[in-house]
C-alpha cells in the first residue's frame, strides 16, 4: 500500500508540474499522452487534486492549476526569500546593483526577495511582489531559457524601466523550483563580468534550497 500511495503523490506532482508550464490548460487525453497514464489513471488523479482545490476545469473541459497551488506557493515564499537574501546580499554588494529571486508564476515573475547595494550612489529601487511577463525582462526570460532546458544567463535594456539593464540566470537543477537570480541598475553592466557572477549566484542558491 506504501509504494502505491507513493506512486500516486508522484504522479499527482508529475501532473502538477505539467499544468504549471502550459497557460492554456490541457484535456485529460493530453496529460494522459504526456505523463504515459492511462485516461482512467488521469481522471481519478483530476477528481482527488479538484476536489483539493489544485486543479480546475474550465468551459471546454480543459485542465488548469486551481488556485490551491497559489496558497503554498504563498506559504513558501517566506521561506524562499530567506534563503535567498545572504547570496542576493553578497551580489548586490559584489556587483553594486539591485539583486533580485524571481520566481514563476503561470506566465507572470514575481519578485520573492529583492536587495540593494549599500555602496552605491544611485541604484534602481524594485519592489519584493512586483509582477512582469516572462517575456519582457532578464528575469522571466531566464526562467523561460530554464523551462526550455538552458543555461548561462541573460541580458536586456529597458524592457521594464527606461534606461534600467538587468542580467540574470536560471535557478538550476530544483523540479520544483522555476525561478531566477538577476541584478538591476541604470549603469551600465558588462554581460561578460557581471553574467557569470550572476550564474555562479544562482548555482549557489540552487545548492542553498537544494
Known amino acids: ?22 497557460s492554456r490548460g490541457r484535456t485529460p487525453t493530453e496529460i494522459a499522452a504526456e ?3 492511462s485516461r482512467p489513471a488521469v481522471y481519478r488523479l483530476l477528481t482527488t487534486l479538484q476536489r483539493e482545490g489544485f486543479v480546475r476545469r ?17 506559504a513558501v515564499q517566506p521561506l524562499l526569500r530567506e534563503g535567498a537574501l545572504p547570496t542576493l546580499r553578497r551580489l548586490a554588494e ?6 533580485h529571486l524571481t520566481v514563476a508564476e503561470g506566465d507572470e ?8 547595494p549599500s555602496w552605491t550612489d544611485m541604484h ?7 509582477r512582469h511577463p516572462l517575456d519582457r525582462g532578464a528575469a522571466g526570460r531566464a526562467v523561460l531559457a530554464l523551462r526550455a532546458g538552458r543555461g548561462g544567463y541573460v ?17 538550476p537543477g530544483l523540479p520544483w523550483l522555476e525561478a531566477s537570480v538577476g541584478v538591476i541598475a541604470f549603469t551600465p553592466l558588462d554581460p561578460d563580468t557581471v553574467g557569470p557572477r550572476v550564474a555562479a549566484a544562482a548555482a549557489d542558491l540552487a545548492r542553498a534550497l537544494g
Open 109 to 116: 515573475g514575481l519578485a520573492v526577495a529583492v536587495v540593494e
Open 58 to 74: 474550465d468551459g471546454d473541459g480543459r485542465v488548469h492549476l486551481g488556485f490551491g497551488v497559489l496558497v503554498l506557493a504563498r
Open 155 to 171: 541580458a536586456t535594456e529597458g524592457q521594464l524601466q527606461e534606461g534600467a539593464r538587468g542580467i540574470a540566470a536560471p535557478v
Open 1 to 22: 500500500m506504501a509504494a502505491e500511495s507513493s506512486q500516486t503523490l508522484e504522479r499527482g506532482l508529475r501532473l502538477l508540474r505539467l499544468l504549471s508550464g502550459e
Open 94 to 99: 559584489e556587483v553594486g546593483a539591485t539583486a
Open 35 to 37: 505523463l504515459e497514464l
Open 124 to 130: 534602481v529601487a524594485y519592489r519584493e511582489g512586483s
